[in-house]
């Protein structure tokens, strides 16, 4: 787990005017733990948006003209829903980008109302860091530990915080890939 960086919010920025600058209809957020002050995490910048279903292939194809990429793996996000995956150079130093497209009316609301409650709420997200510590203890010394475990892992958490938050979600986190960024 890597402390939080305030660079990031420099980055998610820059990368959300290229989008936005390529896609102008687009409007790109900060989500995932980055978005956060304080809130350590995998150190990833995790960028949200969201379009009508029929131009989500006309977005994917001009994000890859960008330079994203295709989220690697099997278990990834399905093309109706994708998550693109790039980088950024700030300062020497590089950042992964995972760009979220969701669906018109899909999670991004539901990620947004997660990251604000973690914003507004310093115990909340000293409770989420706890969560992301142990599961790191726990893999320990077995190898780097792959995004659907981790997603796995934290998921009962985060799905019984949007139950006390009162977010909408569909079932468990990681389960069916309706999931909080990072």
Not at 75 to 100: C, K, N, Q
């Amino acid at each position: 787990m890597l402390p939080w960086d305030p660079r990031v919010v420099e980055v998610a920025a820059l990368v959300s005017i290229l989008v936005e600058t390529h896609r102008p209809e687009l409007q790109v957020e900060h989500i995932g733990s980055t978005a956060v002050p304080g809130l350590p995490g995998k150190g990833i910048v995790d960028l949200g948006t969201e379009a009508a279903p029929a131009d989500i292939p006309a977005i994917t194809e001009a994000m890859y003209e960008l330079g994203f990429g295709p989220q690697p793996g099997a278990d990834a996000w399905p093309m109706t829903r994708p998550m693109h995956v790039g980088a950024y150079s700030l300062d020497g130093e590089e950042f992964r980008i995972h760009l979220h497209v969701h669906p018109l009316g899909g999670d991004l609301a539901s990620d947004l109302r997660f990251r604000d409650a973690l914003r507004a709420d310093k115990r909340l997200a000293a409770a989420y860091a706890r969560v992301k510590q142990q599961i790191e203890h726990r893999a320990a010394g077995n190898g780097p530990l792959e995004g659907p475990i981790y997603q796995d892992a934290k998921g009962g958490w985060i799905t019984a915080t949007y139950d006390r938050l009162g977010i909408r979600r569909g079932a468990a986190p990681g389960a069916d890939r309706t999931e909080v960024a990072e």
